[in-house]
């Protein structure tokens, strides 16, 4: 049972990779992506937006029936809303559409909420590590749709390679979907609500403090590369490197910091003491992401490149709070309705996707200001974190 539980953990990180691979596949066409829809660049950043935004919808659609009930069958429409369109883009003629099918790829992020509620029913004090290793996958998938796109040709490529990476890539979703469906188990996600019983999630005061503490985390991570390479002045081959280095950083930093939640776990597995290992851990990455982003400003302010690697590497850690926060919910509410408060937690915590693009890049001009914005972001976060610890957690409650 034991490497049971630990293959279906590879197994789902493989479908998160999977599924990421989306991510930024179709900015790295860029040149020909224009070409062929006779669009400007500007016009060609509102797709990474769409997909932004859908980050955030997902969790909205969470609190509904949509991906609740076949655990199985959930994942499975989750994976459909990417691998669709990325089977329907190379084809699609209308730029708008392109747009809307952006939109709907970003509803892959649901992914991490539905694999909590199995994570929880497979470890307790190992939660982290495993939620670390699955989390990975956002920046392996990152890192396999920039290294497709390169292989086909990149920036530059034909239409007909872009065709074919594409359908490439679509097709590998389902590969590992079907080998995924082969080795779990399915179980039920609860459809039914407990506001009746006044257990609603959206009532409790701590919902609302600890879902933002998560907030800072997603803001820097769904920003930071691009904000900061905008105002850089390195080569391309050196922004190329730097983005790398950031996608490996974040997922090493996931598991590493992942491995360390256990280790503080297992000491002491009550609510309250799993609870208390979340918070260091969270705290502990914000800390060093604070240092990290010094690291990057003073790196990039002053064109010293090996510097601002240096500092994009330790402000990686900023995604060592993921893994922590995602095994929040069992941990912290009553069983009957930890995977509804799964859901409202990441709603919370991803609000940031639909605010953080718009602030940095069309209200900060400046790079200094926006180092600032950062800077007080992972300040917040270690605010938020040591009011949370303070307070009352749900299932202490019920």
Known sequence: MGSNRWGTVLVNMLVVASGFGTMHMLEKFKDAVIAHYGISGGALAYQQDAYVVGLFVAFLLGGTSLFKGSFKRSVALIVSFAAIPQFLIPFVGNWWLIVALRFFQGFI???????????????????????????SGIFWGGLYGISLA????????????????????????YVVLLIWWAFVEDFEIPKEKHSSS??????????????????????????????????????DAQNSN???????????????????GYRLSVRNTSNRGLFKAIVSVMTLSYTVTFLGLLVV???????????ALLGFVIAGIVQGTGPAFWTTAPAAYPKEIYPEASFALGLISNSANAVAPNVMFVLVGGFSAGMVIYLAMALMGILLLLVSFRMKLPVEGA
Do not use: C, D
């Not at 730097?242 to 360390?260: K, P, R």
């Open 198 to 235: 006044g257990a609603s999630v959206w009532k409790m005061p701590f919902t609302w403090v600890f879902g933002f503490t998560f907030f800072p985390a997603l803001w820097i991570i769904f920003t930071f590369g691009s904000f900061t390479l905008h105002h850089a002045s390195f080569t």
């Open 150 to 173: 390169k292989w086909a040709g990149g920036s530059n490529a034909p239409w007909s390679a872009v065709r074919e990476t594409f359908l490439l890539s679509a097709v590998v979703m």
């Open 242 to 260: 730097l983005v790398m280095a950031l996608e490996v950083s974040m997922g090493l930093w996931s598991i590493i910091m992942g491995y360390l």
């Open 297 to 307: 400003w003073k790196g990039v302010t002053g064109s010293e490149y090996a510097l």
């Open 109 to 135: 992020v649901a992914l991490i909420a539905v694999f909590s509620n199995q994570i929880a029913r497979l470890f307790l004090a190992e939660r982290p590590f495993a939620k670390g290793i699955i989390l």
